[in-house]
């Protein structure tokens, strides 16, 4: 299995920044894509910035401009740099990643994991 522990999450004020990270740990696995995704009270989780292997970040349009993800594949970890900072990024903030687990020389398919949530709460 595989386990995704977030960190960095806190109480900020507007205009400020928090730097978010996700390391996975487990069992031997592959990762496709890590990113984060958040959702608000009263709201839809929504991807917030995602980053496949050997490809491109994807932000959401609200985010562009002031988030940027990034890897370290050696240390199976994913970042959230948020700058500019308002409270409507208030949110709990979620790891995500698909990973497919590697048993002997077998690669399963890959299997969606979430972090259990870092809380984001942007005061104005």
């Known amino acids: 299995q595989v386990q995704l522990v977030e960190s960095g999450g806190g109480l900020v004020q507007s205009g400020g920044s928090l730097r978010l990270a996700c390391v996975a740990s487990?069992?031997?696995?592959?990762?496709?894509?890590m990113g984060w995704y958040r959702q608000a009270p009263g709201k839809l989780r929504e991807l917030v910035a995602g980053?496949?292997?050997?490809?491109?970040?994807k932000y959401a349009d609200s985010v562009k401009g002031r988030f940027t993800v990034s890897r370290d594949d050696a240390k199976k970890t994913v970042y959230l740099q948020m700058n500019g900072l308002g409270p409507e990024d208030t949110a709990v903030y979620y790891c995500?990643?698909?990973?497919?687990?590697?048993?002997?020389?077998?690669?399963?398919?890959?299997?969606?994991?979430w972090g259990q949530g870092t809380q984001v709460t942007v005061s104005s």
């Open positions: 995500h990643a698909e990973i497919g687990l590697v048993v002997g020389d077998i690669a399963e398919p890959a299997r969606t994991y």
């Open positions: 487990g069992s031997t696995f592959s990762i496709y894509t």
């Open positions: 980053l496949p292997t050997g490809g491109s970040a």
